[in-house]
DNA sequence: GCGACAG
DNA sequence: ATCTTGTCGC
């Protein structure tokens, strides 16, 4: 297997920090416009020093899939919390080239605005394609917040410094609650609804949840 | 200096 | 994320 460069593959956190300050002037909050036909789950294994990344499409509300995208690629940026993207972003690009539809919206597994720098992975990501994303966590980042309810849709806000980042929310009742938040070109409220149109019987909604079994790396 | 820390 | 089997709880 053959892996083409990417300019991410030899950046410094230094520069990475930079990149993420100057790219997060282009990202826009607005209310989610036209109605969301196809959805795309965003997610990435990572694997004795490879990636695979999946994007998995699926249709709204039926959440039937029409489109699995995977591409596998070294990794050469180390995990450091707040600079997810440039490990995870150059595989995930070459999984977007072999999309064979066009999607209306990605659910990214990660942070969007909930980040330190406001510039999460499913901005990053966002601001790239110039498509609306939604940054849709298992875990917390950064914030503060109130456990919310046990009860399926239960919420809470996510804040830091004063200001929502995100909503911490049940998406199954008696499940640890998932972290989402505005990628790009949606709104948090929007955001929310979004992922709750996903949910059936589990923790993790459809597309993201489909992405990161699409993406396991497994040994035949 | 100490603890926290998406995946 | 990955390393890993059976098992407790809703």
């Known amino acids: 297997m053959i892996f083409r460069s990417h300019p991410y593959d030899s950046i410094t956190t230094k520069e990475a920090i930079k990149v993420q300050l100057e790219l997060r002037r282009k990202t826009v909050f607005p209310p989610l416009g036209k109605e969301t036909r196809i959805v795309t789950g965003v997610d990435v294994s990572i694997k004795g020093g490879v990636a695979k990344a999946a994007l998995v499409s699926l249709t709204c509300p039926q959440l039937l899939i029409v489109d699995t995208a995977t591409a596998c690629r070294r990794v050469s940026f180390p995990y450091v919390p707040g600079l997810l993207a440039f490990r995870e972003i150059p595989a995930i690009l070459d ?12 659910m990214v597994d990660g942070q969007g605005l909930a980040h330190p720098r406001r510039f999460g992975l499913a901005c990053h ?13 298992k ?57 709750l149109g996903c949910l059936t019987r589990y923790r993790l909604p459809e ?10 790396l497994k040994m035949d």
């Open 125 to 137: 990501l966002g601001v790239i394609l110039g498509l609306p994303t939604i940054g849709c966590a």
């Open 139 to 195: 875990s917390r980042l950064i914030g503060e917040y109130r456990e919310p309810g046990e009860e399926k849709g239960s919420r809470t806000p996510l804040t830091d410094k004063g200001e929502t980042i995100g909503t911490v929310f049940r998406s199954r009742t008696s499940v640890k609650p998932l972290f989402i938040s505005s990628g790009h070109m949606i709104d948090l409220e929007s955001a929310v609804n979004q992922v």
């Open 95 to 106: 999984a977007v080239e072999r999309m064979k539809v066009t999607t209306d919206l990605l």
């Open 207 to 216: 597309p993201t949840r489909e992405a990161h079994k699409a993406s396991k």
